[in-house]
Nanobody
Framework: VQLVESGGGLVHTGESLKLSCAAS????????VAWFRQTPGNEREGIAC????????YYADSVKGRFTISNDDAKGTVFLQLTNLKPGDTAVYTC?????????????????????WGQGTQVTVSS
C-alpha cells in the first residue's frame, strides 16, 4: 500500500514537466491528495491539493497560475503539471494522501499528519 511518484527530471527555465502520483495496493477515490516539495535544509512546502470526491482544489500562492493539479480516476493517478519552471522550483516533489475530507485545508500546515506518502521525485531546473 503506497504512493508512487514519477515524471521528475532536469529541465531548463521556462520548460514544463508533468508529475504523476499513482496509488498502489489501494483505491484512491475517496482521498484528498496533496503535492509537496522540499529542498535540503528547508521545511516541506505544501503546494497543491485535490479532494477527489468533489474536485475541490487548493494551491499555494507560490505556484498559483503555473502549476495545475488534476485527477484521473480511471488511471488511479493524480497529476501535477508544472509550467514556466524556474530554478527556485528545484526540489524533491512528493505526494501524500489522507482520507479526511478537510485534509486540503491543511496543505500548507507543517504539522498535519498525512497517512500515506510517496518516495518523491527530483525536479531540477537549470538557468
Amino acid at each position: 500500500v503506497q504512493l508512487v511518484e514519477s515524471g521528475g527530471g532536469l529541465v531548463h527555465t521556462g520548460e514544463s514537466l508533468k508529475l504523476s502520483c499513482a496509488a498502489s495496493g489501494f483505491t484512491f477515490n475517496d482521498y484528498s491528495v496533496a503535492w509537496f516539495r522540499q529542498t535540503p535544509g528547508n521545511e516541506r512546502e505544501g503546494i497543491a491539493c485535490i479532494r477527489k470526491s468533489d474536485g475541490l482544489i487548493y494551491y499555494a500562492d507560490s505556484v498559483k497560475g503555473r502549476f495545475t493539479i488534476s485527477n484521473d480516476d480511471a488511471k488511479g493517478t493524480v497529476f501535477l503539471q508544472l509550467t514556466n519552471l524556474k530554478p527556485g522550483d528545484t526540489a524533491v516533489y512528493t505526494c501524500a494522501s489522507d482520507h479526511a475530507r478537510s485534509a486540503c485545508s491543511y496543505t500548507e500546515s507543517p504539522t498535519y499528519f498525512w497517512t500515506k506518502w510517496g518516495q518523491g521525485t527530483q525536479v531540477t531546473v537549470s538557468s
